[in-house]
């Protein structure tokens, strides 16, 4: 017996696809045989396995169950709640790997699975290798067992115990939206626990997402939180994707407070504590972080944007805190390293604590950077890394100074543009910063005409 996957379903850093069209229950069983022979192979039988509030994801988790029971596994079912909560219960069971059903910020018709070893994020070579024991039939055989724990309620006081912002009559107003996502049901049983005030928004559980699509990097999708913020004079807002790996802010006057400008103002307590120490951010990110990091004494390090490439990095060079532009933050200082929105939430009130209190003032004080957000333009699955590669090479002919850790980085006198293939989607992937409006226009001409010479539209697509 042996099993396909469709071609598009095995991606770079989890499995992805259309529910009953490109991910079927069959194919969550297989992925269940597939990763229990991997965790049996190397020496394990725990597996915890969770799952996001879409409509798919019960029967998916089940099917996934089933699998992971026929290679031998025995599971711990931690049911309903955030990817983070998934990683967290790993760690808290010690368990040998960790199965996440979820189809994060993708459409509701979409599911998927994220997979990690107790040790390791599980990614690239190690998800394709899934596909090769499906193809083969090359799976381990026993009989598992099946239990349930329910670990929301150790998770929230874990994140509770985290806490270190202000009590009493100094605690914070902050407004919540948990977009229907996985988030709600944490964010309320944690902000009962929390000093201040908490206005919450969308906690109910919902995969149809009514109120506006979960996705915290899109500010459309913020405009619920601002208002909020705005009406009950909160100090700050935050928002989750529908997993809840990953945060978006806004200050006090409602300016949304980006990925790289979160990471920086985390990772200020963190570099007090720990001098010197590196800190992680991926190439989309702002000269302006990577500068800021420098400033307060710590080691920037400039990486390929991913959130299980960056988990890698932070283990290989022992890093404490690190995090992405998708809005992706890992903290290892007080944590397992690895990415949790909710957990970014309370930090995000430790950090505003320890810097004066308030996050309007932080946004005030940082540079004044101009730059697009982050643009998409349709490129085949094929055609995409080639694309890169042209472009790499006309750079080189010019002797132009680039970064290549992830796609083209080209640094200029008065700014930079990125081009990188997603590993996610049929796109490629850009966003330039510049000092001033004038500068980026010529910088985005730039990148433009680049994608001409490769034969690629400049019309952007959607998220």
Same mark, same amino acid.
């Given at each position: ?20 069209e ?63 909560m ?10 040998d ?6 189809g ?64 009493g ?26 000093p201040?005030?908490?206005h ?5 559980v ?30 700050f807002g ?78 290989e ?15 290892k200082?007080r ?44 490129s085949?699955?094929? $055609?995409?890394?080639?694309?890169? *590669?042209?472009? /790499? =090479? +006309? @750079?080189g002919? #010019? ?31 850009? $966003?330039?910063?510049?000092?001033? *409006?004038?500068? /980026? =226009? +010529? @910088?985005?001409? #730039? ?6 010479l ?10």
């Amino acid at each position: 017996m042996s099993h396909i996957f469709h071609p598009t379903a095995l991606r770079e850093y989890d499995i992805r696809g259309i529910v009953g069209e490109s991910l079927t229950e069959a194919d969550a069983r297989a992925v269940g045989l597939s990763f229990g022979t991997v965790v049996r192979r190397g020496g394990g039988t725990l597996v915890a396995l969770g799952r996001d509030g879409r409509e798919s994801s019960p029967a998916l988790s089940a099917a996934v169950a089933q699998g992971l029971m026929a290679a031998g596994c025995d599971v711990v079912d931690v049911g309903l709640g955030p990817t983070p909560m998934l990683y967290f219960s790993v760690f808290e069971l010690g368990a040998d790997a960790g199965l996440m059903v979820t189809g994060s910020h993708n459409p509701p018709n979409w599911n998927g699975c994220k997979m990690m070893l107790k040790d390791r994020p599980f990614f690239g070579a190690d998800i394709r290798g899934l596909g090769a024991l499906a193809a083969a039939g090359d799976w381990e055989s026993g009989a598992g067992s099946s239990r349930t724990h329910y670990i929301m309620d150790i998770y929230v006081l874990a994140l509770a115990a985290d806490f270190r912002g202000k009590t009493g009559d100094g605690a914070f107003t902050i407004a919540w939206d948990c977009g229907n996502g996985v988030a709600g049901p944490v964010v309320e049983k944690l902000t009962r626990i929390l000093p201040g005030t908490h206005h919450l928004l969308f906690t109910e559980v919902d995969g149809t997402f009514p109120n506006h699509h979960p996705d915290p990097t899109v500010e459309a999708n913020l405009v619920d939180l601002k208002r909020v913020v705005a009406e009950k004079r909160c100090d700050f807002g935050v928002a989750f994707d529908g997993d809840a790996d990953r945060i978006g802010a806004v200050d006090g006057l409602g300016r949304v407070v980006w990925g790289d400008q979160l990471l920086a103002i985390l990772a200020e307590p963190v570099l007090a504590e720990l001098p010197g120490s590196t800190v992680i951010a991926d190439v989309k990110a702002s000269q302006a972080l990577f500068d800021r990091i420098t400033e307060l004494g710590g080691t920037p390090l400039m990486w390929k944007t991913g959130h299980s490439l960056i988990k890698a990095k932070m283990k290989e060079v022992g890093s404490p805190i690190a995090g992405e532009m998708s809005g992706h933050i890992f903290f290892k200082h007080r944590w397992h390293g690895v990415d949790d929105g909710i957990l970014g939430a309370v930090r995000l009130i430790e950090a505003v604590t320890a810097l004066g209190g308030s996050l309007t003032a932080l946004k005030d004080a940082m540079p004044a950077m101009v730059n697009t957000p982050e643009m998409r333009f349709q490129s085949s699955e094929d $055609r995409k890394f080639e694309v890169v *590669a042209e472009v /790499l =090479a +006309r @750079l080189g002919q #010019e002797g132009a100074t680039v970064n290549e850790t992830d796609g083209a980085r080209v640094m200029r006198a008065d700014g930079w543009w990125l081009l990188r293939a997603s590993n996610t989607q049929d796109v490629l992937v850009a $966003r330039a910063e510049a000092a001033d *409006a004038a500068a /980026l =226009a +010529r @910088l985005e001409a #730039e990148l433009r005409a680049q994608l001409a010479l490769s034969g690629v539209d400049g019309v952007t697509v959607g998220h």
